[in-house]
């Protein structure tokens, strides 16, 4: 079932600037409409038809109508009706307004337009039915989500474009392009909707001059009175673009004299959060001269969709949380990528994008590199004594234990260091650790400082003050892509590593110039980019692609300053587990990270200066770093604890 809601929140300045102000004579018919209203029939006949509809909830209210849901008893079909009171359209001018929008809307049959099926009348309302689309409006998603990233400002857009060019192609002017005229079916389609001003094409000397749409996405030809022409609708395209990225439209003031000044100047600022490719096609959407701004044909050649992912769909989740894209998804934009590199070579761009349906066989090829990558094969056993030789370089193993006298309650620090101490011992092998004890004693001696610190910490309402992150090394942007290769991550000192189906690793460090490649636990195999041995080039392809992949399309995962320090140990990923709740991550160091999806918060456990530190990242992704014997000593948060708890239950489930 397909929903449209005709009326959406907007921000500032943003009421069309083309409606009607009652005058205070009209005041108390207005009031008299709210009575009406409020006492409308629930049941509603077609005299023509004979049909009854069943009148529902208000979907919105627009300067002529309200919107409610209405349904058909004969058939329980679900519109959105549009209800307009004879009263509001009483005079000539006024009436031919909506019998123009009637007569325009219903030619119009596209899936990325509002569809519209019936009108009818009696003798207190117009009644028009409309497509009902459950989702809302995209101003509706906005003001839960703030802002949508790059892969689903591409999806929306395409989509608009297609409906716009249609429009163009009808020679219609919608005149009317913002958030709140988007609308959302249940599978996620975007539709284009509200037709109230749209109008039609006019030869350039007669073109319409009367200013008429929302402030905040009038083009200076516009406010000029120089006509409308469908360079107005991609000036407006610009300014939705540039609103779904930063969640403000670009010449947004506290004064509409000054947003006018701003528009008509064409001023604006492109914050630098803003990817190259996007900053490129607003400035070209926004140019001050119409003929400047790209044709709707140009637009989707543009290297912001040519060069980024665009999913083919959308998840429900995106009209309240931000999507986690994975390549794991059917990305195409990736195998024409990898396609190429790995088996075309310099093949034609435009020759690759119009065979993009026929690349089947060439996918395939690139699940084959799974088998290539499998000439590597990790040993099976490590000996205890190696075992041995790697825990005893973790930065825990060389904490003292304080001596304690007799009588005396060891400290928290004591408590903390007993318990990291402990924590070195033997463990047991399991094939479910990578296939490799010594990562499962990693796995092992970090469990054991958290389950340590959990049994000895007492209940808290507040998160004991932290001393600073310092140099911590976290994961910042993640992509499961084990069905096929393996698990890819950036560090937020931007290096990247991919950790094989196979058990090996390979990272390539922030230079980009340089390869660092594990076969086994601490044994590592340094090359150049530019000289990469044979053997490993299958590998060095995809995890390029990974780096490339995340760069693109991926969001860091909070406030933590990124930073590279060459004095830090390289971290590479050990092991790695997803369950329905979180994703934990597991290092060679003893760094364990668990990343929760519900509310994107995030644990990382690490060593600095020879004592383990807790970094707690919030919903708000504002990071709170403190020592794990301050946890000890002044406990922490139910909600943090409860964290902890099902950190620790992932670790422990990953070597039992």
Known sequence: M??????????????RVCEPTPRSSELHTKRTEDNVSAEMARIITDSATGKCYCRGKV????????????????TSKVYAAKIIPHTRVSKPHQREKIDREIELHRMLHHKHIVHFYH?????????????????????????????????????????????????HEQEILHRDLKLGNFFVSE???????????????????????????????????????????????????????????LGRPPFETTNLKETYRCIREARYSLPSSLSLQAKQLIGSLLAKTPEDRPHLDHILRHEFFTQGFVPERLPASCCHSAPEFHISSPAKSFFKKAAAALFGGKRDKVKYYETLNKLTKEEEEIYKLRNDLKKTVISQQQNKQQAEDTLSALPSAGIPVAPVTEGQAPTARDTIRLIVRGSLGSCSSSSECLEDNSTCCVAESVASVFRGCLENMPQADDIPQGPGCGTLQWVTKWVDYSNKYGFGYQLSDHTVGVLFNNGTHMSLLPDRKTIHYYAELGQCSVFPTTEVPEHFVAQVTVLKYFAHYMEENLMDGGDLVSMSDTHLPRLYLLQWLKSDRALMMLFNDGTFQVNFYHDHTKIILCTQRDEYMLTYINEDRVSTTFRLSALLASGCPSDLRQRMEYSLNMLTQRCN
């Not at 397909?2 to 009421?15: D, F, R, T, V």
């Not at 979907?59 to 004969?74: H, I, P, V």
């Open 2 to 15: 397909e929903i449209l809601m005709n009326i959406a929140p907007q921000p500032a300045n943003s009421n």
């Open 187 to 245: 599978s996620m389609e975007l539709k284009v909707g509200d037709f109230g001003l749209a109008a039609k094409l006019e030869p350039v000397g007669s073109r319409r001059k009367t200013i008429c749409g929302t402030p905040n996405y009038l083009s200076p030809e516009v406010l000029n009175k120089e006509g409308h022409g469908c360079e107005s609708d991609i000036w407006a395209l610009g300014c939705v673009m540039y609103t779904m990225l």
């Open 119 to 167: 009108h009818f009348e009696d003798k207190d309302n117009i009644y028009i039915l409309l497509e009902y689309c459950s989702r809302r409006s995209l101003a509706h998603i906005l003001k839960t989500r703030k802002v949508l990233t790059e892969p689903e400002v591409r999806y929306y857009l395409r989509q608009i474009v297609s409906g716009l060019k249609y429009l």
């Open 59 to 74: 979907l919105g209210k627009g300067g002529f109508a309200k919107c409610y849901e209405m349904t058909d008893l004969s």
